[in-house]
């Protein structure tokens, strides 16, 4: 895992500064950095399940992690980098 920092400012001028983990990985689904698709990964989004705030989880876009963002996962596994 690697951390990027991240900050944003509102129209008062108050800023938000945040650090954010991130694993950079060639494959979809690798969320621990270590090139392929697995069960730590699906169980990382399964882990999330219904959460609102982990947007770096929901592939659909819809605003929750659900079960379709599961098997999008899920359907990776075995995946890998070459
Ligand atoms: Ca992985
Ligand atoms: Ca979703």
């Known amino acids: 895992m690697n951390t990027i920092p ?21 494959v979809f689904g690798d969320f621990n950095g270590n090139w392929q698709v697995d069960a730590a990964d699906v169980q990382a989004v399964a882990h999330r399940w219904r959460a609102t705030t982990e947007p770096l989880y929901d592939f659909d876009g819809d605003g929750v992690v659900s079960v379709v963002d599961v098997m999008r996962v899920a359907a990776a596994w075995g995946n890998g980098c070459p």
């Open 6 to 26: 991240v900050s944003a400012t509102d129209a008062a001028g108050n800023t938000t500064a945040i650090t954010r983990a991130v694993a950079y990985s060639c």
